[in-house]
């Protein structure tokens, strides 16, 4: 089966499912609820072949290190970001001298970021400056206003709040633009919301994100908001004139099902397909059973968090793949599958060749456990206090200079210019 069939197969056998069927499937993955049959892990290989994309292999990475004449990133080699759509063809395009831009969000419903919310704006950095893109970042205040319980007013303070980490993880300003849909969506944005919304049925939206009868309409009309990102008209002070750009998105899989749905419609209304290429989840300290959860502070390794802080979450909740006894260690070793401090060593250590090591010598007993979550506990608190110099790097102006569209009014095409002329 090509691509272009095992994708519309995914979406037509996505729409067909009940929410009754869902609650009965061993796995649960969509933008709100990640969960794996009684705990388990995620199994990314059925949820390859449920959503219709495909494994990033090894020939891409390569080919990104060619066409950029850079390493590829950690979360490339290491499988991090292990999925993709059409990734190809954007690689096909960038060959060709033809630019793209890059969309990527967040969800600003916490006051601080934990590190699996870092993941997907730290590739997009990278992304960014290999390819010397443009990259528009959406804060979906509206979002967390129809699913959880705060108010507007809350939502927004959130957004700004989230803006100033997000732009500490070294984004070209220049060519970033950040936007909060409150006070964005309107005029174009709003038009490709609605051509959108009429090509998209009450029936494949049940289908594709498990609504049911009981919900809001707020969370029926969401989904056509996160899709029109992907157009380049829905920016027309970036892109005008450039309706043919494609658009590359990275971002974790559980937010696939968007963009099913928006490679559905897009052939019809004039415009590419986006292409994705999407990470694994992040696992909490407790276990790989999921994605990390931000309703609980010990699950996770905040922004925020002091030094103290990372090593008591690690050396008191970090699932080990040790065994009870030293003995038993020295002669059984680590269980490195469920081993929660070699899995964030695994995202975090830039040095293949020690965390290879790492891994040979706690997997055959001759290190202990104690000795890998001290080196997890300098790896995080060296990226925990570089993000917090950045943070506080963030000036006003600086954010004002990204946070166009909510930080300030009354813009001209001129502030622009240099988002515009990364694609000259």
């Not at 219709?52 to 850079?70: A, F």
């Not at 658009?247 to 696939?256: E, S």
């Not at 994705?276 to 994605?291: H, M, N, R, W």
Request: charged fraction near 30%; proline fraction near 4%.
């Amino acid at each position: 089966m090509d691509g272009k069939a095992a994708e519309i197969g995914a979406l037509l056998a996505n729409e067909n499912e009940t929410q009754q069927d869902k609650d009965q499937e061993e796995q649960v993955v969509n933008p709100w609820e990640v969960s794996a049959k009684e705990g388990g892990k995620i199994d990314y290989d059925k949820l390859i072949d449920k959503f219709g994309c495909q494994r990033l292999d090894p020939s891409l990475i390569d080919r990104v290190e060619r066409l950029t004449s850079r390493r590829a990133h950690v979360f490339l080699r290491r499988g991090v970001f292990f999925a993709h759509r059409d990734f190809n063809d954007i690689l096909d395009a960038f060959e060709r001298g033809e630019k793209f831009y890059l969309y990527t969000g967040r969800g600003p419903s916490s006051e601080a970021l934990h590190l699996g919310h870092l993941i997907p704006f730290m590739f997009t950095q990278y992304l960014q400056e290999v390819f010397k893109v443009p990259l528009v970042i959406q804060l979906t205040d509206d979002e967390k206003f129809l699913w959880k319980n705060l108010t507007v007013e809350e939502c927004r303070r959130l957004a700004r709040e989230n803006a100033k980490d997000i732009i500490a993880c070294g984004f070209d300003i220049r060519r970033t633009f950040i936007f909060s849909d409150f006070d964005y969506v309107g005029g174009a944005f709003y038009r490709n919301m609605v051509e959108i919304s009429k090509r998209v049925t009450c029936n494949q939206v049940v289908g594709i994100f498990g609504f049911i009868g009981e919900d809001h309409i707020g969370k029926y009309s969401f989904p056509p908001v996160q899709a029109a990102p992907s157009f380049p008209s829905s920016f027309p002070h970036l892109f005008s004139g450039k309706d043919n750009l494609r658009c590359l998105i990275p971002c974790a899989i559980d937010q696939d099902p968007y963009f099913r749905m928006t490679r559905d419609v897009a052939p019809r209304i004039g415009y590419h397909k986006p292409a994705l290429i999407e990470s694994l989840f992040f696992p909490a300290l407790q276990g790989e059973t999921g994605k990390m959860s931000a309703s609980d502070p010990n699950s996770a390794i905040y922004v925020t968090d002091s030094e103290k802080d990372i090593k008591n979450k690690i050396n008191k909740y970090a699932f080990s793949g040790g065994q009870d006894s030293i003995e038993k260690h020295r002669q059984l070793g680590a269980n490195l599958e469920v081993d929660i401090p070699i899995k964030y060593l695994s995202f975090f250590l830039e040095d293949d060749t020690e965390l290879e090591h790492t891994k040979k010598e706690y997997g055959a007993g001759r290190m202990l456990t104690g000795e890998v979550k001290q080196r997890l506990i300098e790896v995080l608190t060296k990226l925990v206090e570089r993000h917090r110099r950045a943070r506080a790097a963030v000036t006003d102006e600086v954010s004002t200079l990204s946070c166009r569209s909510f930080w300030s009014s009354g813009l001209e095409h001129t502030d622009f210019a240099d988002l515009a002329a990364a694609l000259s």
